[in-house]
């Protein structure tokens, strides 16, 4: 159990074009699910924090006009990256609340 | 804002050797979280531990929970190629899922066949 994925796994999109990433929580229902971003070698960065049904809560330093989060189900929270640039190039993991953090394969997004 | 020490940074070992890394914190964390993630891919959750003192294993892997709250290491015995990949210790600010995790910087394993 406690199984999340991500769609899609990798894009490619032209600099300036919007792209949208899912998040699914398959085998349980997650009131809070979380996004981050991973650059080559580092850790994760949480970028902002889901919420079943309200606005997202979003980490100092993060545009929330430029990563716009919905999360419309218990079970389905989405990360729009608005005009991407290639400088937002980088490696998108969510995860979905149980007990504990349980994570997405991630979806890695390269602008060009 | 709060953060956590991981150490080493890297390690290369030869297979079948014991492997031991660690997280420090200056703050409290009521969790502490230990995962690997391999390239490409999102991390996976190792073992949780929500007591201090406490000792929890999941086969070769054994983590403790420091007595401080401050801390917290993870152990792998008998390494195997497959364990190669990145190791992450995160900590949870308060109880319950809506907290927000702290991840360490990683410890990079190499095993040696």
């Known amino acids: 159990g406690a199984v999340v994925s991500q769609h899609p796994s990798w894009v490619i999109c032209k600099s300036g074009t919007s792209v949208k990433i899912e998040c699914r929580s398959l085998d349980f229902q997650a009131t809070t699910m979380f996004w981050y971003r991973q650059f080559p070698k580092q850790s994760l960065m949480l970028m902002a924090t889901?919420?079943?049904?309200?606005?997202?809560?979003?980490e100092q330093g993060v545009e929330k006009d430029k990563f716009l989060i919905n999360h419309a189900s218990l079970t389905l929270s989405t990360l729009t990256v608005t005009s991407a640039h290639p400088e937002d190039s980088s490696f998108y993991i969510c995860s979905a609340s149980r007990e504990t953090q349980y994570f997405g394969p991630g979806t890695r997004l390269l602008v060009l | 804002g709060q953060q956590l020490n991981q150490s080493p940074q890297s390690m290369f070992i030869q297979e079948g050797e014991d492997v031991s890394m660690n997280c420090t914190s200056s703050?409290?964390?009521?969790?502490w979280l230990w995962y690997k993630q391999d390239p490409g891919e999102g991390p996976v959750l190792l073992i949780a531990l929500y007591k201090a003192g406490e000792l929890t294993s999941n086969g070769r892997l054994t983590a403790q929970f420091g007595i401080t709250r401050k801390d917290s290491f993870l152990n792998i015995s008998a390494s195997i190629p497959s364990d190669v990949g990145i190791y992450f210790c995160?900590?949870?600010?308060?109880?319950?899922?809506?907290?927000?995790?702290?991840f360490g910087k990683g410890t990079k394993l190499s095993v040696k066949p």
């Open positions: 703050s409290i964390f009521n969790t």
């Open positions: 889901s919420n079943e049904g309200s606005k997202a809560t979003y």
């Open positions: 995160a900590g949870l600010n308060y109880g319950g899922s809506q907290g927000n995790l702290i």
